[in-house]
């Protein structure tokens, strides 16, 4: 370790902690001065609390949003980097062709339905990829968590173990169980391949062919995903009384039927969120993609990536944020869909 | 920015806690009905299986960093391998950059946590002890939040942190960590202050508190173990975050965080496997030792939400 090296780094998150406390402590004294000493405001205190998260959260991501929305505008691009229109408080001074009009309208939406995205890619190719990538990885989460979560959920001997163990891939570090898997992919010296020999299977070549990138990737995401959901329906599982079933015994229901009529119905208000949660998650999953695959095939993208390898390997700004709205949108219409027909959220906000 | 990566353990756990709350005690036992012996060795069978599934990859790990050097790409498959050694993790040691990447991260990671600790402490307070305008508003937008693609963010901040000087530097990005969590954290402690009797902070006051110091005196004490979660969850959240610090820290190799760091030792054509496993022990055992004490506490719903008295 690199004496130098580290003590500029704790100087550097420092000053960096240091002008935080000082930006803060200049927001509250000018809101003390505004609400307190001259409006005499009755919710000062409450603004004032507030007034951190909410001037965080509005740097963070409301400027970035509006800033990116004005930029879908325009053909920005590494080329052309300049002023695009929107108040910067004059961050764009050095435009190389200065008063040029960058405004081209809805081009840029146009084109993300009508041009490739990508190289070769267009956009329903890759909305296609992304459906097929969150259906089948969110169901196969929540079928084999509600399955691993159903066995667990009796009188067994090492339980304890067992779900120890199953929930290991979602505690490691998911970037450290991802750069290890793409290694075990690897077609000649990685583990699948080397197992699927000792059965006797020619393993395919998973980081080339596009069919077995794209199993690999959905692999190595149920594998990632599904503990989260077993531990979920677990806890839903573990709140259902148990003199519901004793009664159903009682009146003769067989094992389905309990399943069916009691099992079911009163996990679904644990599943519901998590099916919510679990599809945006899936869907705005960038990690699993992005390791497993390495920017290599398009065949491979899914919205998310797509997106970055537009703005970050294409140098496409204006044309990725206005991808960025169209997929926001997308989700957006899914989750407002969803929670209307599932009533998922009802309380959650009051 | 609530989902720079995908959510955390510890933020999936106990957003799901927050939406569904258990309605009864957890039994003790689990289903209740006795199953015969063929059925019990069935059941043993596809959770030994399951088992095998979730850990192997990791025990191969282990396997991978105790190669020799010269039998790190090896084609037979061999769990504990010739000549074991345990060179590969002091050379990461020593002959790495990465302790100084667990540093980076380290203490970018402690600084920004305590930052999103305070700032999500007095929010929740507003939220939780105070009616005014807008606050059912403001409780919907925290969550929604949520949905925004973390990639979408990163054109703007990216090219806006290159407007401000704060590329290829700490600040951008511990500013960015700082608030990450925080309307996520926000709902769990206003979730948590809400269990809390209003009538212990009004004791305080006509004991001559000012409202600011029941907060302080009262109230925060008593939120020690949601406090505490809300720290672990920032922390990891910040620990094992990839893609923004890729965006803004991603071409300085002596700026990077650990994950950066160890996606360079899976360089394209010529991964160091034995570096590369001893790293991910190294990193992964502090966090999956963490997560396995800490989940058991988020899950069983005796912390976060439901907590009565």
Known sequence: MNVGQSIGALVEVLTTLVFIAIAVAILEGVLYLVLVRWLRARLAV????????????????????????????????????????????????????????????????????????????????????????????????????????????????????????????????????????????????????????????????????????????????????????????????????????????????????????????????????????????TFNNFNVPFVINQNELETSDILVTGLFRAAFQYNRYGFAAALAFVIFILLLAFVIVYVRRTGALRGATE | MSSTTIPSPIQ?????????????????????????????????GVLLIAALIAAFPILRVFSVSLRPANQLLEREFQFIPEGATLEAFGHVLTGTAFP???????????????????????????????????????????????????TMLLVPIFILSIQLGLKDSYRGLMIAYSVTAVPFSVWILKGYYDTVPIELEEAARIDGCSQLEAFWRVLLPLSTPALAIVFLFNFLAAWNEFVLARVLIGSSTELFTWPLGILRFQAQFQTQWADLAAASILVSIPVVALFLYSSKWLISGVTLGGVKG
């Open chain 2, 12 to 44: 999936a756990a106990a957003a799901t806690e927050v939406v569904a709350k258990p309605r009864a005690r957890v039994r003790g036992g689990g289903g209740g009905r006795t199953d015969g012996p063929l059925k019990l060795a069935l059941i043993h």
């Open chain 2, 100 to 150: 100084q990447w667990l540093f980076n991260s380290l203490i970018i990671t402690v600084g920004t946590s305590l930052v999103g600790l305070i700032v999500a402490a007095t929010g929740a307070y507003a939220f939780s002890r105070y009616q005014f305008p807008g606050r059912g508003a403001g409780l919907t937008v925290l969550l929604a939040t949520q949905l925004i693609p973390a």
């Open chain 1, 46 to 281: 409450p603004l004032m609390l507030m007034a951190p998260a909410v001037v965080g959260l509005f740097a963070l991501i409301a400027y970035p949003l509006l800033w990116e929305f004005n930029v879908s505008f325009t053909n920005m691009s590494l080329r052309n980097f300049c002023e695009p229109g929107f108040p910067t408080l004059g961050l764009f001074s050095e435009c190389r062709t200065p008063g040029e009009n960058m405004f081209n309208g809805l081009d840029n939406y146009v084109s993300v339905f009508t041009r490739p995205i990508l190289q070769q890619a267009g956009f329903f190719q890759v909305l296609w990829q992304t459906v097929i990538w969150t259906v089948i990885n969110v169901s196969l989460h929540v079928g084999g968590g509600l399955a691993l979560a159903l066995l667990l959920n009796r009188r067994l001997r090492g339980r304890g173990v067992y779900r120890a163990l199953i929930v290991l891939p979602w505690a490691v570090p998911q970037i450290v169980a991802l750069a290890v898997w793409r290694t075990e992919f690897h077609a000649e010296f990685g583990m699948v391949n080397q197992l699927l020999g000792v059965v006797g299977i020619d393993g395919p070549s998973w980081m080339t062919e596009s069919f077995w990138n794209f199993a690999a990737m959905i692999i190595v995401n149920v594998w990632l995903g599904i503990p989260f959901m077993m531990v979920i329906l677990l806890g839903g599982l573990q709140s259902i009384p148990g003199d519901l079933y004793e009664a159903a015994d009682i009146d003769g229901a067989s094992s389905r039927q309990s399943f069916r009529h009691i099992t079911l119905p009163l996990i679904r208000p644990v599943m519901v969120p998590s099916v919510i949660l679990g599809t945006v998650w």
